[in-house]
C-alpha cells in the first residue's frame, strides 16, 4: 500500500506558504495566482 504524506500528491501546508511568500503585498494582502482564481472567486485576498 502506497502511504502520503497529508493525504495528497503534495503537502497542503507547504503550498499554502509558497503561494503567500511568493504574491504576498507590501500591505498584506495576496494576490490569488492566475490558476486558483476559478476556484477561489477572488483576484487578492486581504
Known sequence: YVHML??????IGRTIVAILENY?????SVIVPEVLKKWIGKNVLK
Not at 504576498?24 to 498584506?28: A, N, V
Open 6 to 11: 497529508n493525504g495528497t500528491a503534495f503537502a
Open 24 to 28: 504576498q503585498q507590501k500591505d498584506g
